[in-house]
T-cell receptor
C-alpha cells in the first residue's frame, strides 16, 4: 500500500537558518512526488513536483527538493528561511487515477 | 495560475441539517475534482473523486449517502453533508485538475462546525 511519512510533526528554526523537511514514501511504482504549503486559513499551494529526470527539483519561494530512490525520500530544503515561510508543509505522492496520498504534515515555526 | 474557489469559507449549522459546499474552478475547466477532509493538525484525507457528468468514486469508509457529491459542470462540484452531526465538523477542501494533467489546484477550504 502507498503511504507517505513526514517524521517531524513540528520544526522550529531561526530566521536566516537553513531548513530541511523530511518525507519518506512507500510506493510500488515510480512515484510522482509533490510538496505543498498551507498557510492558516489558506488553500494548499504547490511548491514543487518531481515526475522524472533530474533528481534535484527547484520550486517556488527558494525551495528545492531532492528525490533519492535508494532512500525512498523526497526531502524539502531551503538555504535561508524567512519569517513568511512559517506554515504547514505537506508531502504528497501521486497514484494511479491522479489521486494523492498526503503525509501528516510538518508545522514550521520561524523565530526572529 | 489556475484558481479554485470554495463557498462558503465557513459555515455553522445545527445537528440534523444539511449543508452544501461549492467548489468552482474559475479560469479553467476541471474534468476531475477531488474532495478532501482535514482534521485539526492532521493530513488531508481523500474522500471522493468526481468526474464531470459521472457518479463520484468514494474512498473506503466514506459514506456516499452522507456526503453527496455532484459534478454537474466542468467548473462546479458540490459536496452536501446530509443530516450533519458534530463529528462531521471539519475542514473540507476541494481540488480540481484538467484532464491529462497531474497537477491539482486546491481551494481555500470550508470550515464546517456542527452544533
Amino acid at each position: 500500500a502507498q503511504s507517505v511519512t513526514q517524521p517531524d510533526i513540528h520544526i522550529t528554526v531561526s530566521e536566516g537558518a537553513s531548513l530541511e523537511l523530511r518525507c519518506n514514501y512507500s510506493y510500488g511504482a515510480t512515484p510522482y512526488l509533490f510538496w505543498y504549503v498551507q498557510s492558516p486559513g489558506q488553500g494548499l499551494q504547490l511548491l514543487l513536483k518531481y515526475f522524472s529526470g533530474d533528481t534535484l527539483v527547484q520550486g517556488i519561494k527558494g525551495f528545492e527538493a531532492e528525490f533519492k530512490r535508494s532512500q525512498s525520500s523526497f526531502n524539502l530544503r531551503k538555504p535561508s528561511v524567512h519569517w513568511s515561510d512559517a506554515a504547514e508543509y505537506f508531502c504528497a505522492v501521486g497514484r494511479t487515477g491522479n489521486q494523492f496520498y498526503f503525509g501528516t504534515g510538518t508545522s514550521l515555526t520561524v523565530i526572529p | 495560475g489556475a484558481v479554485v474557489s470554495q463557498h462558503p469559507s465557513r459555515v455553522i449549522c445545527k445537528s440534523g441539517t444539511s449543508v452544501k459546499i461549492e467548489c468552482r474552478s474559475l479560469d479553467f475547466q476541471a474534468t476531475t475534482m477531488f474532495w478532501y477532509r482535514q482534521f485539526p493538525k492532521q493530513s488531508l484525507m481523500l474522500m471522493a473523486t468526481s468526474n464531470e457528468g459521472s457518479k463520484a468514486t468514494y474512498e473506503q469508509g466514506v459514506e456516499k449517502d452522507k456526503f453527496l457529491i455532484n459534478h454537474a459542470s466542468l467548473t462546479l462540484s458540490t459536496l452536501t453533508v446530509t443530516s450533519a452531526h458534530p463529528e462531521d465538523s471539519s475542514f473540507y477542501i476541494c481540488s480540481a485538475r484538467v484532464q491529462g494533467a497531474w497537477e491539482q489546484f486546491f481551494g481555500p477550504g470550508t470550515r464546517l462546525t456542527v452544533l
